[in-house]
């Protein structure tokens, strides 16, 4: 006996010592209460701490031993664990629990301790050990208390007495009572009515089952889960309960002591409308009123959250409390103060549900209990609504900025990463990447979150309706994660945004002798927009017919006149109107813009008059004749067919004897006519007609002069027309590579040289020289827009500026056959100066020249000063003015660094 209390007096001040150590950190995340009231205790451990961490939590009884707290324990020795929206949890304990310490059934110790860890196998684990020491005084004859995972009765041992068991159903009694008396001495037993039958088992047997049985001095306590094996589910008014009848008695020498321990709790009792919960539970239940002639009610209350509530306090928080001589109603608006709300995810869709703690009390007195006390706690959960987050637009256009919310959510759901078009990142991560996302708290608790992007962001995806507007498309997708269970989902808001910025891509075309060509601009809304010509998709790699050069600003497109990419609009006698059709697309292979160019060529290329009398005929497809077959082409005699057929022309070889030609004269000439004619099936009058003739000159007395005499050299003569010119700029002084009209505009920096040339076009005459008239910059590609600043003056180099004009010479290469048809000139990067401001951005050279004779100097002054001596410009009169040539160059783009840009290169202009 000494040891005993040696070793509890050891066991308590361990406890108290743990206690002391763990205190401030106990403080902070653990509170303590005891509910006498529903004769609980219980532990609240905050979210704070134990978020995202492992809990255990045991039972030690008085020697010490630590028992863990498992499910089917929980059940069996009076125990619930639970887990509300913010990761709270709950652990509460019955007074009579299995490791209770209970003193004259009126005080009650019970000792736990948690163990936290941050992994599962629970390594490393923190642990505290807390007592809680409770009093309760008011016991009832019988107690049924209806937990959520479990259901107890406690009643006194001498009640009923042993006079009354054969007035209480006396079948089952003295069923019971030969059981009870045939038994051993000091054993207690259990009998569960069944049915059919009765079923006996020693106190330890039920144990092992899961049933829990303990005696206090005054008390007798069974407790069960709600499906345990020998429980029955019975209908009480529309209410199912779960039910256990049992016997529990225990046999001494003298005397047998029988007590009635059935339980009964509700299972079902719960209804939900749209806006309500509706708990209803019966009075009267049968199986708990075995043998008892009269009843009447004492006391009924209602609580939440553990605690009772006055009249007021249930007035005040909305809920409805009501009974009659039947039933017990409780209703509760959802959403109404002392529950919460908590997100769930399902099937990958966000959703909430309320949820409340409430628990009803119902005291009555029967003739053959005296006082019953019957509390029932529920933990009510409506069941699941899809909410789907609000997504609200709220982009400004002149702003060029998305603006995007989502909402509303609970605290429990926090926004994790988003994915912005292709890219997927981590919330902290996108505002570092130019987004914004920004956290909304709400007045009642809620979170919205707002994103912005920006309309020039690369993950906004551009498209053009074919009006003035182009049209902003943000898609983003949300990860969203629901704690503390981390469950994950998303969502995706796609917003578009109109604005009228679109700037479509232009075209000038021109055409020389073989080409036909297209020079495209390209606006805002074509960057994804692919060339075709018909239905071929046009590419910068090497082909037959055509040639592209593509800078991303703009792309050149030349054809040559006789490819098969070419309509033919129309075809005379004399001309033929050849189109370079383009169009671009987009990526789904829709036209949005087209392009053409029309010239006309002689159509002598297409008919051959041979002095043998052969006319050769090529016939081409038109446009406007698309479903002409060429190999159905005929002449007038429609037993004339092609002698060679492609897809899209027809030739005809024959003799101006045959086929139908006619035969024409004039003074002059003798014309042979034919047509070449198509037909459609069944139609007379042909849907295309081409008309061709062979002129063969009559009548002619041709003379040939002969004699000797000594040629004289050859001397250039005035001639009419424009000079063929063109302007160079070279990339280095070595003048071997110069840029392509394509990589237009150049990027140069300020002081950088740019080296130019001049070359006359077309001539092959080596008597000829190009000369330099006077050379100038402009902003502008106008060549008379003002400000301007001279680089070539009067045919000499600028040497006002320190940074002067440097003429460079010229050679004869492979690129250039006459040296004296180009000029050279090196002049360096400047920028204008207007009211002490630099003028930045584009700067265009312009140039005028004149030709003049490399031989017979003469009295022409332009061709003779000092700057070209000994040199005579040709057709200086007035009446040759047109000998003047200008010729201007490609942008060039200034670039001005930090420490330059403030540099003056020229003089100010106004």
């Not at 929206?85 to 003193?103: D, H, K, T, W």
């Not at 923190?126 to 049924?144: A, D, G, H």
């Not at 037909?679 to 000159?697: E, I, N």
Request: aromatic share 10%.
């Amino acid at each position: 006996m000494a040891s005993n209390i040696l070793f509890r007096l050891y066991f308590f001040v361990g406890i108290f010592a743990s206690a002391v150590w763990t205190h401030k950190l106990a403080t902070e995340f653990m509170s303590l209460e005891c509910v006498p009231t529903l004769s609980l205790a219980r532990i609240y451990l905050r979210a704070g701490y134990v978020l995202d961490k492992h809990v255990r939590f045991s039972a030690v009884d008085q020697y010490g031993r630590v028992h863990e707290i498992n499910r089917a324990l929980a059940m069996q020795c009076g125990y619930t664990i639970s887990t509300d929206f913010r990761g709270n949890i709950e652990f509460r304990a019955s007074l009579i629990s299995c490791y209770s310490q209970i003193v004259d059934d009126r005080n009650f110790t019970i000792t736990v301790q948690i163990d936290v860890a941050n992994t599962s196998d629970m390594k490393n684990a923190s642990s505290c050990l807390r007592t809680l020491s409770c009093s309760y005084f008011s016991w009832r004859p019988r107690e049924i208390l209806c937990e959520t995972n479990y259901m107890e009765v406690s009643v006194r041992r001498e009640i009923p007495q042993i006079q009354d068991f054969i007035q209480d159903e006396p079948d089952d009694w003295t069923e019971v009572f030969p059981e009870a008396a045939s038994g051993p001495a000091s054993v207690w037993q259990v009998v569960f009515h069944l049915p059919s039958a009765k079923k006996a088992m020693l106190v330890s047997e039920a144990q092992s089952v899961g049933y829990g049985i303990n005696t206090t001095d005054s008390r007798i306590l069974l407790r069960a889960p709600f499906d345990a094996s020998e429980a029955r589910e019975m209908n009480v008014q529309g209410v199912t309960f779960s039910v256990l009848r049992s016997s529990t008695f225990y046999k001494q020498r003298w005397m047998i002591l029988l007590v009635d321990t059935a339980v009964a709790c509700p299972v079902d009792d719960i209804k939900f409308t749209k806006d309500t919960i509706i708990w209803s539970i019966p009075k009267n239940i049968d199986s708990l009123l075995v043998g008892a002639s009269y009843y009447n009610d004492i006391h009924i209350v209602m609580g939440v959250n553990l605690h009772k509530l006055s009249s007021t306090d249930i007035s005040k928080k909305n809920y409805l409390f009501s009974h009659d001589h039947q039933t017990i109603t409780v209703q509760i608006p959802v959403g109404a103060e002392g529950g919460y709300f908590k997100s769930h995810v399902r099937e990958g869709k966000h959703g909430i549900t309320y949820s409340i703690n409430v628990f009803l009390e119902h005291q009555w007195d029967d003739d053959r209990w005296g006082a019953t006390k019957h509390t029932i706690i529920k933990e009510i959960t409506t069941p699941f609504k899809h909410v789907p987050p609000v997504i609200t637009n709220n982009t400004i256009p002149s702003r060029k900025l998305f603006n995007v919310s989502i909402g509303t959510f609970l605290t429990d759901t926090k926004l994790v990463s988003l994915t912005i078009g292709s890219e997927s990142l981590a919330v902290t991560e996108a505002n570092k990447r130019g987004y914004s996302i920004s956290e909304i708290k709400h007045p009642n608790g809620s979170t919205s979150y707002i994103v912005t992007v920006p309309f020039d962001s690369p993950n906004v995806k551009k498209t053009y309706d074919g009006g003035i507007d182009r049209i902003y498309t943000l898609n983003i997708i949300y990860k969203f994660q629901v704690i503390p269970e981390n469950q994950v989902f998303t969502e995706t808001a796609i917003v578009s945004c109109p604005v009228p910025d679109a700037v479509l891509p232009d075209a000038v075309g021109y055409c020389d002798k073989e080409h036909l060509s297209l020079m495209v601009t390209r606006g805002n809304v074509d960057e994804d927009w692919l060339p075709f010509l018909s239905n071929l998709l046009l590419t910068t790699s090497r082909h037959s017919g055509y040639t592209l050069h593509d800078n991303g600003t703009h792309f050149l497109l030349q054809v040559l006149k006789h490819s098969s990419l070419v309509l033919y609009e129309s075809l005379q006698s004399s001309d033929i109107m050849i189109t370079l059709p383009l169009d671009m697309r987009d990526s789904s292979g829709l036209t949005m813009k087209n392009f053409s160019i029309s010239c006309s060529y002689p159509s002598k290329d297409l008919i051959e008059c041979l002095p043998n009398g052969t006319m050769i005929v090529t016939a081409v497809k038109l446009v406007e004749v698309p479903d002409m077959d060429p190999s159905q082409l005929a002449l007038r005699d429609k037993n004339c067919r092609p002698t060679l057929v492609t897809e899209e022309s027809a030739t005809f070889i024959f003799n101006v004897n045959s086929c139908g030609t006619v035969r024409k004269f004039n003074q002059m000439a003798m014309i042979y006519e034919n047509d070449v004619l198509y037909f459609r099936p069944g139609m007379s009058d042909p849907a295309y007609q081409l008309k061709v003739a062979c002129w063969y000159t009559i009548n002619e007395t041709i003379v040939f002069p002969y004699g000797f005499e000594s040629n004289p050299a050859p001397k250039v003569q005035p001639g009419f027309g424009p000079l063929a010119l063109v302007m160079r700029l070279f990339k280095d002084l070595t003048y071997s590579d110069f840029y392509e009209d394509t990589e237009y505009p150049i990027v140069r920096y300020l002081r950088q040289s740019l080296y130019f040339e001049v070359e006359l076009l077309y001539s092959e005459d080596p008597q000829l020289e190009l000369f330099l008239d006077n050379c100038w910059s402009t902003t502008s590609s106008d060549q008379r827009s003002s400000p301007q600043w001279d680089v070539v003056i009067n045919s000499c180099e600028n040497t006002e500026d320190s940074h002067e004009t440097l003429f460079h010479p010229v050679m004869n290469n492979s690129r250039l056959r006459f040296a004296s048809h180009a000029k050279r000139f090196e002049v360096k990067m400047f920028t204008f100066i207007h009211d002490t401001k630099a003028l930045l951005g584009e700067v265009y050279f312009h140039c005028s020249v004149v030709i003049c004779d490399a031989r017979d100097p003469s009295s022409d002054l332009l061709c003779a000063r000092i700057c070209i001596p000994d040199k005579q410009r040709f057709g200086r009169s007035a009446e040759m003015h047109y000998l003047h040539g200008h010729v201007s160059s490609g942008a060039v783009i200034l670039m001005v660094d930090g420490k330059e840009q403030n540099a003056r290169m020229t003089k100010s202009v106004d």
